[in-house]
T-cell receptor, first 111, second 114 residues
Framework: KQEVTQIPAALSVPEGENLVLNCSFT??????LQWFRQDPGKGLTSLLL?????REQTSGRLNASLDKSSGRSTLYIAASQPGDSATYLC??????????FGTGTSLTVIP | DAGITQSPRHKVTETGTPVTLRCHQT?????MYWYRQDPGHGLRLIHY???????DKGEVSDGYSVSRSKTEDFLLTLESATSSQTSVYFC?????????????FGQGTRLTVV
């Protein structure tokens, strides 16, 4: 069974800092990896999708990378802002019909 | 939001009563999912559907049943609610195929079993 881990569980940074969130998975036979943002009491918002044949995807200040062979992905957030404060989750899609989620990293950006 | 609506958004119910949560989508996607989210456990798959009347179990399906009689609606039923089923329930759909498969989520239903 696919296991997805996100470290750290919580992160607090001052505004303006660049930061990296980590996601690791045990089974490298994935179709893709997706990063989500979740605000308190809300649903998950898709941020980036990296297909297994890709190495990275970028959207604005966000850059996600994927190293499938080592079972790792990182989400880089540049010039963090207080509005970036949220929980960030990663999910992998295997060859079956399921998505497997990490438990998330809770990010606080301090003004 | 990929046209996903969950109802109700909040519900308090008593132990032993049946509860049905509804997920409605507007874009006729084939795959629909029900997850529960609990502190320390992340999102765990309860059931999913790959078409009308086609469903399968996820990792935490005990105590839950689902039905999909129309493409746009996926119902989750707690047959006899227990306190351990207090959770936030999310419906999701997936678009695309193979590597381009992408998941989108509803806003969630907060269920409290007392």
């Amino acid at each position: 069974k696919q296991e997805v881990t996100q470290i750290p569980a919580a992160l607090s940074v001052p505004e303006g800092e660049n930061l990296v969130l980590n996601c690791s998975f045990t089974d490298s036979a994935i179709y893709n990896l997706q990063w989500f943002r979740q605000d308190p009491g809300k649903g998950l918002t898709s941020l980036l999708l990296i297909q297994s044949s890709q190495r990275e995807q970028t959207s604005g200040r966000l850059n996600a990378s994927l190293d499938k062979s080592s079972g790792r992905s990182t989400l880089y957030i540049a010039a963090s802002q207080p509005g970036d404060s949220a929980t960030y989750l990663c999910a992998v899609k295997n060859t079956g019909n399921q998505f497997y989620f990490g438990t998330g990293t809770s990010l606080t950006v301090i003004p | 939001d990929a046209g996903i609506t969950q109802s109700p958004r909040h519900k308090v119910t008593e132990t032993g009563t049946p509860v049905t949560l509804r997920c409605h989508q507007t874009e006729n996607h084939r795959y629909m999912y029900w997850y529960r989210q609990d502190p320390g456990h992340g999102l765990r798959l309860i059931h999913y559907s790959y078409g009308v009347k086609d469903t399968d179990k996820g990792e935490v399906s005990d105590g839950y049943s689902v039905s999909r009689s129309k493409t746009e609606d996926f119902l989750l039923t707690l047959e006899s609610a227990t306190s351990s089923q207090t959770s936030v329930y999310f419906c999701a759909i997936s678009t695309g195929t193979l590597q381009s498969t992408e998941a989108f989520f509803g806003q969630g239903t907060r269920l409290t079993v007392v």
